[in-house]
């Protein structure tokens, strides 16, 4: 084995300033720029002598400026260890760029270097992108798309909590498909797959802008209606059945379904603890109901 030794140059550190491959900025302790890399001025699209003089703060996204605020003013009062913090800058073009902040207190030193701070500033993007997927699919049913049962809990207790405080009323219609047993025990679980991928399609063409379809799971389906009453809820689940009772033609093959459905409402002013449980019980006893009733039909009928 032969030793190569390597001759490094002396550390230059406005080259390593210069050619970090991240944001870095130099402010005073109140966060006015006095320095920015390179790096930093293309993540934000601004020369360093247009952000020299700056604050640091004035460059957040108004949505995030007062978190970033109380942020830098908590760490001041206490400087002894980093500041992290996530946040979302201004490009000079008016978009945003989601980074982390980490902030270092240099003290002041005898030679009249006032004290002052060093910023990392380091574009999150693709990291930001990565967590939105992972929610996305942590929420919502990956066959058919729909939110699951987990958002289906967080949108149900948005809209009771809207119906307390607005005195409106707030409805859940649960459905269930009929037959979709024998499809999937006589076609194969990939056609049973396909039909509940065309329910959830024809499911939101009859969806108003405030209702949320649900997968909650199997073929069982939900609808949480904002601001609706009985009747107009009973409406929607007639424009619900006529579009699932047309047959469905998938892949060659013509399929019928039906459909069971049950409806509960509560009026407005309710706390969402008090009626929660109690409104997607009843829902659902009125789909087992309803599918009872449609079953005793069918055979009255083959009788």
């Not at 599918?291 to 055979?299: C, D, E, F, I, N």
């Amino acid at each position: 084995m032969i030793d190569v030794a390597v001759s490094l140059p002396p550390v230059d550190r406005r080259s390593a300033f210069a050619n970090a491959p991240m944001g870095l900025a130099l402010t005073t302790t109140s966060g006015v720029l006095v320095d920015a890399n390179p790096a930093l001025c293309a993540m934000l699209g601004r020369t360093a002598e247009e952000l020299n003089g700056r604050s640091v703060l004035d460059q957040v996204h108004p949505d995030a400026a007062s978190a970033a605020r109380d942020a830098h003013t908590a760490w001041i009062a206490e400087p002894s260890r980093p500041l992290r913090h996530e946040t979302r800058l201004l490009r000079a073009d008016g978009s945003d760029v989601p980074v982390q902040i980490t902030a270092s207190w240099v003290a002041a030193e005898p030679d009249g270097v006032a004290a002052h701070l060093v910023l990392i500033v380091e574009d999150i993007t693709d990291r930001k992108a990565l967590e939105a997927q992972l929610v996305h699919r942590s929420l919502h049913d990956p066959l058919t798309g729909l939110p699951n049962r987990l958002l289906f809990q967080d949108r149900l207790w948005h809209a009771l909590e809207r119906g307390h405080r607005e005195s409106t009323p707030t409805c859940v219609l649960i459905t269930d498909l009929d037959g979709f047993k024998v499809i999937n025990d006589e076609l194969g679980h990939p056609m049973g797959d396909l039909v509940l991928v065309t329910f959830a399609e024809r499911l939101r063409s009859v969806l108003r802008a405030s209702d949320t379809a649900v997968r909650l799971g199997g073929d069982e389906f939900s609808i949480v209606c904002e601001n609706t009453d009985q009747a107009d809820a009973e409406v929607l689940a007639e424009r619900l059945r006529s579009s699932i009772t047309e047959p469905l033609s998938l892949s060659g093959t013509t399929v019928s379904v039906g459909l069971s459905i049950g409806i509960s409402c509560v009026a407005g002013g309710h706390q969402p603890g008090e009626v929660y449980e109690r409104v997607v019980r009843e829902a659902d006893d009125a789909m087992y109901a309803d599918k009872a009733r449609r079953r005793r039909l069918r055979a009255r009928r083959d009788t």
